[in-house]
């Protein structure tokens, strides 16, 4: 498309502003962001604990659903922990200034997590209605396959350096995204309405949870495309990508977790009425 | 507010006070925080793993209260790591003398930890009640939403540059702290009568040491504005902050356990009075 020349200048110009970008931050900032990794390197982490703590409460047709849930955010504190000290590496406070290193801030950090975390999310999701195992086998291998379609196709975006890649992948990386959202609002409806009255309300939030708080992440993705940069700009995306993943991982676990609960307690009350089956089910 | 040359230069002075105070311990001084720091670490993890191990021990209702009992121990433990290590590379021990290495000493670890725990603490103490599951509910939104408002509104405090914001974000966080004392000693007073007599004076307990231990903070935030600095003053707050958290994390901790204990044996109890009922219930 260009000539190596103005390619690889290109490639330094990109380099610089990302370092620039970085630097432009006040200590202040800097601090902030690195404080906003380690709070979420902290709420995945005990989100995974209390999950595999208490897995044993809940009856074991529902234990996959926690133990995967708490899998989900083991592995998004691990990532938080490779965020963290990249961002540390990437530079130094001296005497009131951030000074980068050169090392570069590895944002891929985040695309691998979401590679893993979120077709295990749905998976959750799926195991925690306790379906019959054809239609657990095929949504599972629908919506997981959609999400990692959705991620593998947003990556080439991210790491573009011009704005027609960036935009020509997020549109790209949005027709998995619609699919999933098409098959959690109709697709699981008449699913949903079999599941006891106790958690109805519940599993229909969580599926709107999931919607909500993955909508984020294409506006962040947008931004650049948007020109907005600085400081503040860079506190606005990690701190809103940490939290939104808070929201679609740890919060949404413990969704799962008190759906589990609770079915748990239905389940057990179905199978009071019936005695002779009570004891073959539990 | 101010022209840029005289906010940077406030910035600049501000900072140096801070470096110089580091600078101003003597190594004996030095030291002794970094052993605080390493004192609460051991302490928040031993506590933890002594809560998880003993959990299988109380009767299964209170189990998610000694599950997040050890889950705020666990997140003070690692916070204080991240604490000392970052006492630890904010200064340098050479030849007798503390030379500070420029990185600062990262204060908001504190508020990081406290935003997390200070809302599962009163969550431990309401679980530990075991009351109604709507009553448990409302109440763990009420004063977990509050003990998160009252961390948020002293952060902007924490890091002013003026006294006078200082001064107002005290004022501000104490309208939370003041709303959950009002309800730990008058809301919670019909519900503590009910509770089982083995425990009625313990759980009172609880609620007072939550206020007591709580109570230290809002006076140690308030040094900077007395004018109170140096040496001496640094070793005060750093190993006052330590010795306050210990005692509404860790030693709180361990009287959640006791009251859980003791109530699993009144259940018990109680329900060998009514044999028929009893095998259904547990």
């Known amino acids: 498309m260009e000539s190596a020349d103005t390619c690889s200048l290109s490639i330094i110009n990109e380099r610089n502003e990302t370092m620039l970008a970085i630097e432009s931050l006040s200590v202040g900032q800097y601090g902030f962001i690195g404080n906003a990794f380690s709070f979420g390197l902290a709420v995945m982490a005990s989100t995974t604990l209390f999950l595999w703590l208490m897995k044993s409460q809940v009856a074991p047709a529902y234990q996959m659903a926690i133990t995967i849930s708490g899998l989900v955010t083991a592995i998004a504190a691990y990532h938080y922990l490779q965020i963290m000290l990249s961002w540390d590496n990437a530079a130094t406070v ?3 200034q951030v000074l980068v290193t050169g090392e570069g801030f590895n944002r891929a950090y985040r695309y691998v997590d979401w ?4 077709p295990l999310l749905l998976i959750e999701l799926i195991l925690v209605m306790k379906l019959s195992n054809s239609e657990t086998l095929s949504r599972s291998v629908k919506l997981g ?3 990692a379609l959705m991620i ?12 027609g890649t960036r935009a020509i992948f997020w549109v ?3 027709i998995p995204f619609l699919y999933i959202v098409r098959e959690l609002v109709v697709g699981l409806k008449e699913s949903i309405s079999k599941q006891p009255d106790a958690v109805k ?7 709107y949870l999931v919607i909500a708080s ?4 294409p506006v962040v993705y947008l931004l650049p495309l948007l020109g907005i940069s600085g400081g503040a700009a860079i506190v606005a995306v990690e701190t809103g990508y940490t939290i939104a993943d808070i929201v679609a991982k740890a919060v949404f676990g413990l969704l799962i977790f008190t759906i589990a609960m609770r079915k748990s307690v239905a389940d057990a009350e179905e199978a009071a009425k019936q005695p002779k089956a009570a004891k073959q089910t539990i």
């Open 172 to 174: 790209l990386s949005m």
């Open 145 to 147: 396959g959609a999400a």
């Open 94 to 96: 001296n005497t009131g």
């Open 214 to 217: 993955w909508a984020f992440y």
């Open 152 to 163: 593998v196709l947003g990556y080439p975006g991210e790491v573009a350096e011009s704005a």
């Open 201 to 207: 309300g519940l599993i229909k939030g969580a599926a």
């Open 115 to 118: 590679l893993l975390t979120v």
